[in-house]
């Protein structure tokens, strides 16, 4: 999905794992704490460094981190299970009290995989509990050009390359933080609430409701897909 021109470790989806630890906790568990019950159990897929699962910990709740690179999961806490494995081919034989797929995942252009990890989702979660997830906002990468994006922390994000395809969007984004640089060359579907609603709705979940225009909370089913 993703290529970086470091030579240092990736994730197998080509994210620099030097990136993932220079990049800063944004809040997002306190923007999704409103669905997680005290103490809950979570399981939180593509976890990467363990950038929101240390947050995740010290709010009390039990964490199981999910990752296929074993390089970026060394980085998780110790305090979290820690499973190195496809989102795709996950079976723990656990229901958890939420669940989190971050990151966009739910973006990637292959739709057979994307139905496979929605699956994975659902059968970790017991009937009535949430799916948190994020998404590209479907209006900023059906626009989205060639320039500066912004920064993370001390981080600034530079669009190289974009380029559109009906629903998809190959983009070549740069992190730049003084001489160090990243790029990840990566595919995209655009998906807008009503395509993630059917994704979603044929994995056995319920219509989503939007935290904001990235995060959404969908609550399984009792029909398990
Ligand atoms: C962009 S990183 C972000 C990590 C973390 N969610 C965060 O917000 O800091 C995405 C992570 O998902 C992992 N990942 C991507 N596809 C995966 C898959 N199919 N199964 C397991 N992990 C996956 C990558 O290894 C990477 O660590």
Redesign the pocket.
């Known amino acids: 999905?993703s290529q970086s021109t470091s030579s240092a470790p990736t994730?197998?989806?080509g994210?620099s794992v030097a990136l993932?630890l220079r990049?800063p906790y944004r809040g997002?568990v306190e923007l999704i704490s409103p669905w997680l019950p005290a103490a809950a159990s979570v399981l939180e897929?593509?976890?990467?460094?363990g950038?929101?699962t240390r947050n995740l910990l010290a709010r009390g709740y039990h964490v199981t981190a999910?990752?296929?690179?074993p390089d970026?999961l060394a980085h998780v806490s110790t305090e979290a299970s820690k499973v190195c494995?496809?989102?795709?081919d996950l079976d723990l034989g656990e229901e958890f009290d939420a669940v989190i797929l971050?990151?966009c995942?739910i973006n990637i252009p292959d739709d057979g995989l994307r139905a496979l990890?929605l699956a994975k989702c659902r059968t970790h979660l017991q009937s009535g509990s949430p799916l948190l997830f994020e998404r590209h906002d479907p209006a900023w990468l059906s626009a989205v050009t060639v320039g500066y994006l912004g920064d993370i922390g001390t981080v600034e994000i530079y669009v190289d390359e974009a380029a559109r395809k009906d629903a998809e969007v190959q983009l070549c984004v740069r992190y730049q933080e003084d001489e160090h640089s990243w790029s990840h060359r990566f595919t995209v579907r655009i998906l807008d609430d009503e395509a993630v609603q059917e994704v979603l709705s044929r994995a056995g979940f319920a219509a989503p409701r939007w935290i904001n225009q990235r995060w959404g909370a969908a609550i399984a089913c009792d029909h398990a897909a």
């Open positions: 999905m994730t197998r989806d994210c993932y990049l997002e897929l593509g976890c990467g460094v950038r929101m999910v990752d296929n690179s970026i494995a496809n989102i795709e971050a990151s995942l990890q």
